[in-house]
């Protein structure tokens, strides 16, 4: 059984392995105690309906479909919700461009470029004091450049 706390992240991947390593740069980049992770598209959804999760990382391991469709469903009834694609190629990071994702890195990405990347994205929520302490987030840098595609950089 899948446990969900009350947390800033949700990753989304079928790779336990990969999962694992995200959800531990992701909570030491957010200086977080937990970060959600579920391998399932139903699981994802109830996760985000549960809790608001302001950043989801989406591992394209899933099928085409169902990463192409759970991005949509997330932009269309969460909009406000930043979502990084990590893409095994640029066709897949095109596509991702295409159905709604804020921000794409192509896997070999630079640790850098991924800490770089999760920065600018918070930096686009609206992740108030009340929440960051909710959460227990304790330190957010806005603004920074980065090698990945993202909507609000131009690039």
Not at 30 to 46: F, G, R, Y
Not at 64 to 91: H, R, Y
């Given at each position: 059984?899948?446990?969900?706390?009350?947390?800033?992240?949700?990753?989304?991947?079928?790779?336990?392995?990969?999962?694992?390593?995200?959800?531990?740069?992701?909570?030491?980049?957010?200086?977080?105690?937990?970060?959600?992770?579920?391998?399932?598209?139903?699981s994802?959804?109830?996760?985000?309906?549960?809790?608001?999760?302001?950043?989801?990382?989406?591992?394209v391991?899933?099928?085409?479909?169902?990463?192409?469709?759970v991005?949509?469903?997330?932009?269309?009834?969460?909009?406000?919700?930043?979502?990084?694609?990590?893409?095994?190629?640029?066709?897949?990071?095109?596509?991702?461009?295409?159905?709604g994702?804020?921000?794409?890195?192509?896997?070999?990405?630079?640790?850098?470029?991924?800490?770089?990347?999760?920065?600018?994205?918070?930096?686009?929520?609206?992740?108030?004091?009340?929440?960051?302490?909710?959460?227990?987030?304790?330190?957010?840098?806005?603004?920074?450049?980065?090698n990945?595609?993202?909507?609000?950089?131009g690039?």
């Amino acid at each position: 059984m899948m446990r969900s706390e009350n947390s800033p992240a949700l990753i989304v991947t079928h790779s336990h392995w990969f999962g694992d390593a995200l959800q531990a740069v992701v909570r030491a980049a957010l200086q977080v105690e937990h970060v959600n992770k579920t391998s399932d598209v139903s699981s994802a959804l109830k996760i985000i309906t549960e809790h608001h999760p302001v950043l989801v990382l989406l591992d394209v391991d899933l099928s085409d479909d169902e990463s192409w469709s759970v991005l949509q469903q997330i932009k269309a009834q969460w909009p406000q919700t930043q979502c990084l694609v990590l893409a095994n190629n640029e066709q897949q990071g095109q596509t991702a461009d295409q159905a709604g994702a804020d921000a794409v890195l192509v896997k070999g990405f630079a640790m850098d470029t991924f800490l770089k990347t999760l920065q600018q994205l918070l930096a686009q929520t609206d992740l108030v004091p009340e929440r960051q302490r909710a959460w227990g987030i304790r330190y957010t840098q806005k603004g920074s450049n980065h090698n990945g595609h993202h909507k609000n950089s131009g690039s």
